[in-house]
């Protein structure tokens, strides 16, 4: 492996096509303003690194990224890149990982609008993200811990994992397909609509107008607060613990809760059933 430490980089392709590189502690930064410092790059590690240029990482194969700092001025640092792993980094430029595969980010801070854009096979632990259109269209998403904020997140996802998160966002998971959701959190307006697939188990759920148009919707010891709407025109089984606002025609299923302000069935083709109480007895109200 060949070790390049201290140096700063600020031509076109600098280090274009590298193979087996070590780069410690250098600056990608200067008057020069290069693009694509390891485009068609493979084997490389970058450590304590700094990164102010745009396009860093193309078409990259094997790369690990650790205890460095891409800025905002680093947009789209990578993409098209396969086999990644990146610990304890900043990443604070726009669109910074798009269609990329293989993934691994751990530690990392983001600051990143319209992240994640058509990538699969993600594993994310222990990061704090702030985006719009998180993870538009990715598919394997596996997350662990981590906290985001942002709107239009998880759109059109497929089969993805989360656990013990926390997401404060609105519309998310809108269209996704085969998501579980796990011990987490989350705050949004305008939840999971047109979802296929999706299913919360042990979650906190905040946020009017929740899954709406769902198809195979489940929810298993369930907690909403302030959710009024919920369940219009869904397919949906429901163990919810605590008191809803409102429930509005649900379109087939059984939505169990301890109590509801108001059951709307207005709609001649909603056929679902709230059964209210702890008896489980079921409940519905007239048109």
Same mark, same amino acid.
């Given at each position: ?45 970058? +450590?304590? %690194?700094? #990164?102010?240029?745009?396009?860093? =990482? &193309? $078409?990259?194969? *094997?790369l690990? /990224?650790? @205890? !460095? ?8 640092a ?5 086999r990644v ?10 669109k910074?990982?798009?269609?990329c ?12 609008p319209?992240?994640g854009w ?32 942002g ?9 993805a994992v989360? +656990?013990? %998160?926390? #997401?404060?966002?609105?519309?998310? =998971? &809108? $269209?996704c397909? *085969?998501?579980v /959701?796990r @011990? !987490?959190?989350?705050n ?10 999706l ?8 946020g009017?107008q ?18 009024d709407?919920?369940?219009?025109k ?29 059951i709307?069935l207005?709609?001649?083709h909603?056929h ?6 702890a008896s489980r007895?079921?409940a519905?109200?007239?048109?």
């Amino acid at each position: 492996m060949k070790i390049i430490e201290n140096k700063t980089f600020d031509e076109e392709r600098a280090l274009y096509g590298s193979r087996g590189v070590v780069v410690k502690n250098c600056r990608f930064d200067g008057p020069a303003d290069g693009e694509s410092a390891f485009k068609e790059s493979s084997d490389v590690t970058a +450590e304590n %690194c700094y #990164f102010n240029l745009r396009y860093p =990482f &193309w $078409h990259d194969h *094997n790369l690990v /990224v650790r @205890d !460095s700092e891409m800025t905002k001025l680093c947009r789209a640092a990578l993409w098209y890149s396969e086999r990644v792993s990146v610990f304890d980094t900043k990443m604070h430029g726009i669109k910074a990982l798009r269609e990329c595969r293989d993934i691994v980010l751990e530690g990392c801070d983001i600051v990143s609008p319209e992240f994640g854009w058509s990538s699969e096979n993600i594993v994310m632990r222990g990061c704090r993200a702030e985006s719009e259109y998180f993870f538009l269209r990715a598919k394997s998403l596996r997350l662990t811990d981590v906290v985001f904020s942002g709107k239009y997140s998880f759109q059109y996802i497929e089969n993805a994992v989360f +656990e013990k %998160c926390t #997401f404060d966002t609105k519309d998310a =998971f &809108w $269209h996704c397909k *085969n998501v579980v /959701v796990r @011990d !987490s959190v989350v705050n949004g307006e305008y939840l999971a609509w047109y979802s296929e697939g999706l299913t919360l188990v042990n979650c906190k759920i905040t946020g009017t107008q929740p899954f709406c148009y769902c198809k195979n919707l489940k929810l298993i010891g369930c907690e909403m607060q302030n959710a009024d709407l919920c369940f219009e025109k869904s397919d949906v089984e429901a163990e919810i613990t605590t008191p809803v606002v409102s429930i509005k025609n649900p379109l087939s299923g059984t939505i169990r809760v301890p109590a509801v302000g108001e059951i709307i069935l207005d709609d001649p083709h909603a056929h679902g059933k709230v059964a209210v109480g702890a008896s489980r007895q079921c409940a519905r109200a007239e048109g």
